[in-house]
């Protein structure tokens, strides 16, 4: 009787400390010899959103290697799963807690970035990644076409003074600013037309936001439809809300004369995953110097997979 060969396994929820909320990640903490249609198929069969694989580097300069793959595909990065990711790492003492914060780096396909894990005696308190440079594109739609495919008066789309736009901090995002947060609330979008558009432009996903909250703490709320990468709603998503936290402080809807700006985005109430996506954006001047993501994540999910 052949033996199977099996691995270790974990889910995650990240942008959460509560179970059940957040977004959830799958991580694999040792993928050292795995082929790229291994962990398709594992990513796959986790059927979350993103399912993060952890193996040794390959170039100078990173202390890992992390893969991403959707169940449909491979992604360069994914903002919940590296929060999921070291948080695990860290919880588990594969990273030794040495100091009050501890910085790594993790080689991805957006390039090597740090992670900086914060400690408090030997318990992680949160997770903070660092995402690439900032860049942006002009959005080709118009507001009345995003309207009609969010299925919302246009009226509500790109209020003055904060433009569609096409944001990347690691991944492209569309970028919609709404009048109000109860029209994000009961928002239905056309998913078959809005993937079309997204894989048009070019983008991951489509990032909604509103200046409303539900929380007086929270700068801000929003939602994350994702169709074009085989997620419907994505409840907490890092590289949007780094991408969203860069458009903010370029337009000038927030930070004033702020150096370091920090934005707390709620998301994922509307799919009964509550979330809370800590941003900070450094900048020097006009420029954008830097952009973290981050925040806490708790282990819901403990096993072992076959690899065969």
């Known amino acids: 009787m ?6 270790e396994i974990k889910q995650v929820d990240a942008f959460t400390s509560i179970p059940f909320g957040g977004n959830p990640a799958g991580v694999m903490p040792q993928a050292d010899g795995l082929t790229v ?3 398709q198929k594992i990513a796959r069969e986790m059927n979350v959103s993103e399912t993060a694989f952890v193996s040794a580097p390959e ?15 491979e992604v360069p990065l994914c903002g919940h799963a590296t929060i999921a990711t070291f948080f695990l790492l860290g919880q588990e003492k594969r990273i030794t807690p040495s100091a009050s914060s501890v910085t790594v780096t993790q080689q991805t396909g957006a390039g090597i970035l740090p992670v900086d894990i914060e400690f408090d005696r030997d318990l992680v308190k949160r997770v903070m990644m660092t995402q690439s440079q900032p860049q942006f594109r002009v959005c080709p739609l118009s507001r009345n076409a995003v309207a009609a495919t969010l299925g ?9 003074g ?3 736009e096409l944001a990347y901090t690691g991944l492209w995002h569309l970028i919609v600013p709404v009048l109000h947060m109860e029209t994000i ?29 539900l929380h007086s703490e929270s700068t801000l709320h929003g939602r994350d439809f994702a169709p074009a990468v085989g997620i419907s709603e994505d409840p907490a998503t890092g590289t949007a809300n780094g991408a969203l936290g860069a458009y903010l402080l ?22 009964g995953r509550p979330s809370t996506v800590l941003v900070e954006v450094t900048r020097a001047g006009a420029e954008i110097t830097r952009v973290r993501v981050g925040g806490t994540a708790i282990t819901v999910l403990e096993g072992e997979i076959v690899v065969d």
């Open 250 to 271: 370029k337009n000038g809807i927030v930070g004033g004369s702020q150096l370091i700006v920090d934005i707390i985005a709620e998301q994922g109430y509307e799919i």
């Open 162 to 164: 904060m433009p569609l």
């Open 59 to 73: 170039h100078e300069g990173a202390d890992y290697r992390v893969r991403f793959f959707t169940p449909k595909n």
């Open 185 to 213: 609330e009961e928002m239905s979008p056309n998913l078959v037309e809005l993937a079309q558009l997204n894989h048009q432009m070019g983008v991951h996903t489509t990032h909604v936001f509103s200046m409303g909250t």
């Open 152 to 160: 919302v008066p246009s009226e509500e789309i790109a209020p003055e």
């Open 2 to 7: 052949t033996m199977l060969r099996t691995r």
């Open 37 to 39: 249609e291994q962990m």
